[in-house]
């Protein structure tokens, strides 16, 4: 998800910044607290051209123009001096948080780059922004401009103004517009459901967004990169593989599978099914002979998955929750198999559906599925589009090898009736 939020009065006290600035350098003519905003009012169609603003307060004075450029340069020094005063308490932990969460973080604002750049000169939360996009057009503007260069991907924008708000909601699409309201900031008068009054609830807008699942189309850049950093994070997501959608967390997360059992509403006595990335790192967590490898790799990677004896070791009993067993297949599809590759580790991989309702292959329909339980939801849907197979994987026990047992009979039970002949019976 893509974070475009606004410098004014969101992240900096500006306010109180510009009126500090003013007084320290027109205090000598007599200027008062105050005085800025009321001049400024008189120049709306310059509303961020300084240069216009210091020659109105010398005019009104009957003060050589002349002054107005080293006027200018004072103003913005007293700007890039004090910027880390006037900076929000909250900021740095909410925009710290959002990187931490993956998500794109974008500086947006209206202006020209000087005025702007002093403002945020010492307050140290340039670190925290992917991009800083500072423009003398529209903010819906560049907000469409971002959704352009990352196709798919939803946009939350932030910002004090609602009529910077009311554009970007009539002319953009796939964007939540948020309107940030502090005890220090204008417009306090104007309350709607998105008005924080306090500096603290700030942290509130990240409540707000992750009440839903957030979708992800899967040909938006940086898929993958931010599908791994929410693994990473303990979050659950919904992703396409060679059979339906699988609802998956690092399985070595304790806490996310937990998170994956209240979604679904499965029994915790039941295990959780796994995909990994390779042979390689089947044989790292379960015990695989010479024969059930040369099998196996007939029908993997592959709609196949697959009883094996798990390993004695730590990781593995981690892995499978200190099974003697662990349920594992290599998927098909190269999205779902590249997240155990990248990740390095075992992905679960269970069918998205309440326990006893009919897995799901239609990405628009999953939130609204587990919004029936009303229990918890996924974190993240990966929008593959609709997927073509409408089965769950066929399940073979091969932990008693060589006698091999069918358990479930879905998508892939043609290849393994043809391969997995010897010692074979269905349930």
């Known amino acids: 998800m893509i974070f475009a939020i ?65 006027k200018e340069a004072q103003m ?8 880390k005063d006037f900076l929000f308490p909250d900021v740095e932990y909410f925009l710290k948080e ?45 907000i469409q401009q971002l959704q352009r260069r990352f196709p798919g991907e939803a946009v939350v924008f932030l910002d004090d103004h609602p009529k910077q708000l009311e554009p970007v909601a009539k002319y953009c699409r796939n964007v939540m517009s948020i309107r940030i309201m502090r005890k220090e900031g204008r417009y306090n008068k104007r309350v709607s459901k998105m008005v924080f009054p306090k500096a603290k609830d700030m942290r509130k807008v990240l409540d707000i967004i992750s009440a839903s699942p957030e979708v992800i189309h899967s040909d938006a850049k940086r898929i993958k990169a931010l599908a791994i950093s929410a693994l990473k994070r303990g979050f659950v997501l919904v992703y396409p593989t060679d059979t339906i959608y699988g609802l998956g967390c690092d399985a070595r997360n304790g806490k996310a599978k ?7 509403g499965r029994p915790a006595s039941k295990q959780l099914p796994v995909i990994m990335a390779d042979m390689k790192m089947v044989k790292r967590y379960l015990i695989v002979g010479g024969e059930e490898e040369r099998l196996l790799k007939k029908v993997w990677p592959g709609p196949v998955s697959v009883v094996l004896r ?32 990248m990740l390095g580790v075992p992905i679960v991989s269970t069918s998205t ?28 849907i990966v929008d593959g589009d609709i997927l ?20 479930r009979s879905g998508a892939g039970i043609k290849t393994v009736r043809q391969y997995l002949k010897r010692g074979l019976y269905e349930k």
């Open 353 to 380: 559906n309440i326990s006893g309702k009919r897995p799901l292959n239609d990405p628009k329909k999953i939130a609204s599925h587990f919004a029936y339980k009303r229990t918890a939801m996924p974190d993240i």
């Open 98 to 142: 959002l990187r931490a969460r993956g998500h794109y973080v974008v500086l947006v604002t209206f202006g020209k780059k000087k005025l702007q750049g002093a403002k945020l000169k010492r307050t140290g939360i340039t670190k925290y922004f992917n991009e800083i996009i500072i423009k003398e057009f529209p903010k819906w503007e560049i």
């Open 76 to 83: 913005l020094r007293e700007m890039e001096k004090r910027g």
């Open 388 to 407: 073509k197979r409408t089965k769950a994987s066929t399940i073979v026990d091969l932990a008693h090898f060589p006698d091999m047992r069918i358990i």
């Open 310 to 341: 798990a390993k004695k070791t730590k990781e593995a009993r981690v892995v499978f929750d200190g099974a003697s067993t662990g349920m594992v297949r290599i998927p098909e599809n190269g999205f779902a198999r590249s997240l155990s590759k």
């Open 6 to 70: 606004d410098l004014d009065d969101t992240l900096l006290n500006s306010r109180d910044l510009w009126e500090t600035a003013f007084s320290h350098v027109f205090r000598g003519l007599g200027y008062r607290p105050g005085d800025f905003f009321v001049t400024r009012r008189k120049l709306p169609d310059h509303y961020y051209s300084l240069c216009e603003h210091v020659r109105l307060i010398l005019s009104e004075k009957d003060l050589p123009l002349s002054l107005a450029g080293r």
């Open 258 to 264: 937990k998170k994956i059992y209240r979604i679904k």
